[in-house]
């Protein structure tokens, strides 16, 4: 007799919302704040290249070498700006600190049409809500402005974790605040390493969010993989008894 499900575990970013402007748009409303006037299109070439670099340098926000999710992301945009010619320490501090702090106001994000709705079908199912994000610790208040953080019983950050998808670790952690088996959970996401692949390698039912119809893996079920959060319900509720 399999487990019924319980819980539906879900990624945030680019699963139920997204950054509602280019980071280079971004960075370069910012600098003109201070009297720059940037290309959206450099800007964004060189975050790309610094995002790399400190990920690749100081994985998972560093946490592990002693930063956090803020030194990290200042030590970016420092960066970022760096590379466009920006040398002055004392503006592009200003610049990283108020950047930093921005992408917590709503009007940063978008939340994608059909995910409120889901997150309020699958509550009506009976089901718990939890989130497991490869994220930093403004996740929380992002959720919230947004309109969404009611819905979940749990947040897990990699950052607060201290560990990342797809390390089947943070999916323990989950597991363990949900107080089932593997088997009674599903999780959700748009990575198909991270969200996908990692939950079932821990016994999760794991369901792939493909918006854009990008995944073409030839081992994926079209049962898993789902072109918007409204087909989720009915997959779950197979589930459920």
């Given at each position: 007799?399999?487990?019924?499900?319980?819980?539906?575990?879900?990624?945030v970013?680019?699963?139920?919302?997204?950054v509602?402007?280019?980071?280079?748009?971004?960075?370069?409303?910012?600098?003109?704040?201070?009297g720059l006037?940037?290309?959206?299109?450099?800007v964004?070439?060189?975050?790309l290249k610094?995002?790399?670099?400190?990920?690749?340098?100081?994985?998972?926000?560093?946490?592990?070498?002693?930063?956090?999710?803020?030194?990290?992301?200042?030590?970016?945009?420092?960066?970022?700006?760096?590379?466009?010619?920006?040398q002055?320490?004392?503006l592009?501090?200003a610049m990283?600190?108020?950047?930093y702090?921005?992408?917590?106001?709503?009007?940063?994000?978008?939340?994608f049409?059909?995910?409120?709705?889901t997150?309020e079908?699958?509550?009506?199912?009976?089901?718990?809500?939890?989130?497991?994000?490869n994220?930093d610790n403004?996740?929380?208040e992002?959720l919230?402005?947004?309109?969404?953080?009611?819905?979940?019983s749990?947040?897990?950050?990699?950052?607060?974790?201290?560990?990342?998808?797809?390390?089947?670790?943070?999916?323990?952690?989950?597991?363990?605040?949900?107080?089932?088996?593997?088997?009674s959970v599903?999780?959700?996401?748009?990575?198909?390493?991270?969200?996908y692949l990692?939950s079932?390698?821990?016994?999760?039912?794991?369901?792939?969010?493909?918006?854009?119809?990008?995944?073409?893996?030839?081992?994926l079920?079209?049962?898993?993989?789902?072109?918007?959060l409204?087909?989720?319900?009915p997959?779950l509720?197979?589930?459920?008894?």
């Amino acid at each position: 007799m399999r487990a019924p499900l319980r819980w539906v575990l879900w990624d945030v970013k680019d699963t139920l919302l997204k950054v509602r402007a280019s980071v280079g748009e971004q960075y370069c409303k910012e600098a003109k704040l201070v009297g720059l006037n940037l290309n959206p299109v450099e800007v964004e070439a060189a975050f790309l290249k610094a995002y790399r670099h400190h990920s690749s340098r100081s994985p998972n926000y560093g946490i592990s070498q002693g930063l956090n999710g803020r030194s990290w992301w200042i030590r970016v945009v420092r960066d970022t700006f760096s590379q466009c010619r920006v040398q002055d320490p004392a503006l592009l501090n200003a610049m990283a600190h108020n950047l930093y702090y921005s992408f917590c106001d709503a009007e940063n994000w978008e939340v994608f049409p059909d995910s409120k709705k889901t997150l309020e079908s699958c509550s009506s199912l009976g089901l718990e809500l939890g989130v497991v994000s490869n994220f930093d610790n403004r996740l929380k208040e992002i959720l919230l402005v947004c309109g969404l953080l009611s819905h979940f019983s749990f947040l897990i950050t990699s950052e607060k974790a201290g560990i990342a998808k797809p390390s089947p670790a943070i999916f323990e952690q989950a597991l363990q605040k949900c107080g089932v088996p593997a088997a009674s959970v599903a999780h959700i996401g748009d990575h198909y390493l991270n969200d996908y692949l990692a939950s079932r390698s821990v016994g999760l039912h794991g369901f792939l969010l493909d918006r854009d119809n990008k995944h073409k893996h030839p081992d994926l079920p079209a049962e898993h993989r789902l072109s918007s959060l409204d087909e989720l319900p009915p997959q779950l509720q197979q589930h459920m008894n």
